[in-house]
Nanobody, 123 residues
Framework: VQLQASGGGLVQAGGSLRLSCAAS????????VAWFRQAPGKEREFVTT????????YYKSSVKGRFTISRDNAKNMVYLQVNNLKPEDTAVYYC?????????????????WGQGTQVTVSS
């Protein structure tokens, strides 16, 4: 499967964005999907993940209540609604898909990665 992330941009603190992850292939519903992010000078970190059906989600504690992951398997899309953005949310956001596991926060669990979309939050 090929993934392409989009929807990033420059917003002020408190603002919102909707990130999208478009997937190619006809079996997208077979993959758990996650969002990771990498801030300048820092390692990439887990943000959130959604199960194959969309029925289960898991969030990094610092984004819980502000970020919402969802998916539309009919459209081969995963979304990340990010609200009440903070300067510390500034990062390149990557979507990733896992074929064999679900609910993992570990990079090694994910088999396919998109190219990333930049989110910059000004204070």
């Amino acid at each position: 499967v090929q993934l392409q992330a989009s929807g990033g941009g420059l917003v002020q603190a408190g603002g919102s964005l909707r990130l999208s992850c478009a997937a190619s292939g006809r079996t997208f519903s077979s993959y758990a999907v996650a969002w990771f992010r990498q801030a300048p000078g820092k390692e990439r970190e887990f943000v959130t993940t959604i199960s194959r059906s969309g029925g289960n989600t898991y969030y990094k504690s610092s984004v819980k209540g502000r970020f919402t992951i969802s998916r539309d398997n009919a459209k081969n899309m995963v979304y990340l609604q990010v609200n009440n953005l903070k300067p510390e949310d500034t990062a390149v956001y990557y979507c990733a898909a896992a074929e064999r596991v679900s609910g993992s926060s570990t990079e090694d669990a994910y088999d396919y990665w998109g190219q990333g979309t930049q989110v910059t939050v000004s204070s």
